[in-house]
C-alpha cells in the first residue's frame, strides 16, 4: 500500500467520526425539524390529509386505514384521540365504542385490555375482521417510521400533558398538527409547547356565515383571543340547506359518506383575506369532486377529506396546468 493511499485513508477516518456528529446534530435540532415541518406545508399545500386515514377502503381510525393512506400518497393523515378509564391513549373517533365495534359502553369508562378484544373492523367489511382499535403510541410509531404528517384531534382537553409526552416519545412532535374544537386544549399546547401547530376546529354557525368581513372578523378575533395562526373554519354553509336535507348530509358527513356539493362557507375572498392576516387554514372535510376543485384552487393549506383518491388526482391536475 503506497503512503498517498495510507494517507487518504488516515484523512478519511479522521473526518468520518466529525461527519456523523454533524450530522446528529442537524438531526437533533428542533429547530431545523421545526423548519422541515413548516417548509413541508407551504411546499405541498394543500396538504391532503386523510380523514381518520383512508377511510373509504377501510375501517376509520385504525392501522389498516393509515397504511392504505400512505400506500394512497395522502400528504397526511389525520385521526382522533381518547383516553380509557386506565390511562391509556387510544386512537378512536366516538365517545361510545358502539358503531365501529363489537363492544358497547362509553369509551373513558373502559379499559384498554378491554378495548383491545374488540373486533375494529367487521362493521366495514369482513375481510377486516379482527382489526383492533390502535393505541396512540402503536399510531405514531407507524408515522415516524413512514415520515407521514399526523394531524392529530385531541377530543377532550383533559388528555393535552399525556399526548404531549407521547409526541415527544415516539418522535413526532416535529411532525404533528394538533386540531382540537376545545379552546382549552388548544392554549394549552400554545403554553406548553408552542413549537407544535395547533390548530383550532371552528364549527359555530358565526365562522361560516354572512359576508366576508363577518367570517374574517370572526375567526381571527377568536383565534387571536386563542393565540393561534391555525384555524380550521367548518367550510360549510349549512343554514343554506333545505332543513330536510341536513340531517342527512350531518350524518354523511359523520359516517364518512360523500355528502355531495354543499354550499361552501370558504370562498376564495375569504381563503384570501384570512392567508393575509397571516393564517393557515384547514378545510374539512371535504369529498364533493367541485368543492375539492374549489378549495385546492383557493389554495387552503389542509383539504381534509375521506375520498382521499379523488382529491389527489384533482390536486395533482390543477398543479399540473
Known amino acids: 500500500m503506497d503512503t498517498k493511499s495510507t494517507n487518504f485513508k488516515l484523512i478519511a477516518w479522521l473526518i468520518l467520526p466529525l461527519f456523523l456528529i454533524s450530522s446528529c446534530n442537524k438531526e437533533d435540532n428542533p429547530e431545523n425539524l421545526k423548519e422541515s415541518l413548516a417548509d413541508y406545508i407551504s ?4 396538504l391532503i390529509t386523510a380523514h381518520r386515514g383512508f377511510a373509504e377502503v377501510a375501517p376509520e381510525n385504525t392501522m ?23 390511562g391509556t391513549l387510544v386512537v378512536f373517533h366516538d365517545d361510545t365504542i ?5 363492544g358497547t359502553g362509553v369509551l373513558k369508562e373502559l379499559t384498554y385490555e378491554y378495548l383491545s378484544t374488540l373486533d375494529a373492523g ?59 374544537f376545545e379552546e382549552s386544549a388548544i392554549s394549552k399546547i400554545l403554553s406548553e ?6 390548530l383550532l376546529l371552528l364549527a359555530d354557525v358565526a365562522y361560516n356565515t354572512g359576508s366576508t368581513q363577518n367570517k374574517v372578523n370572526n375567526i381571527s378575533q377568536k383565534a387571536d383571543e386563542i393565540g393561534t395562526k391555525y384555524v380550521g373554519p367548518f367550510s360549510f354553509q349549512l343554514e343554506k340547506l333545505d332543513p330536510t336535507l341536513m340531517s342527512e348530509a350531518i350524518f354523511n358527513l359523520t ?19 384570512l392567508h393575509e392576516k397571516g393564517y393557515l387554514i384547514d378545510a374539512w372535510t ?36
Open 98 to 102: 358502539g358503531r365501529t365495534t363489537n
Open 193 to 198: 409547547n408552542p413549537d407544535i401547530p395547533a
Open 122 to 180: 367487521s362493521w366495514k367489511d369482513p375481510k377486516f375482521a379482527g382489526e383492533k382499535i390502535p393505541t396512540l403510541h402503536q399510531t405514531l410509531t407507524y408515522f415516524q417510521e413512514n415520515n407521514m404528517v399526523a394531524v392529530l384531534e385531541i377530543k377532550v382537553a383533559d388528555i393535552v400533558d399525556e399526548v404531549l409526552e407521547m409526541l415527544s416519545e415516539t418522535k413526532m412532535d416535529k411532525r404533528t398538527v394538533i386540531i382540537s
Open 43 to 46: 411546499q405541498n399545500s394543500p
Open 255 to 273: 359516517n364518512n359518506i360523500d355528502p355531495g356539493e354543499l354550499p361552501l362557507a370558504l370562498d376564495a375572498e375569504t381563503v384570501a383575506d
Open 286 to 321: 371535504v369529498d364533493s369532486e367541485e368543492n375539492i376543485r374549489d378549495l385546492v384552487t383557493f389554495k387552503v393549506d389542509f383539504l381534509t377529506t375521506n375520498y382521499l383518491e379523488r382529491a389527489i388526482r384533482i390536486k395533482k391536475e390543477i398543479q399540473n396546468k
Open 64 to 86: 389498516s386505514a393509515f397504511e392504505a393512506a400512505f400506500k394512497a400518497g395522502a400528504d397526511a393523515s389525520e385521526f382522533d384521540v381518547h383516553m380509557t378509564i386506565d
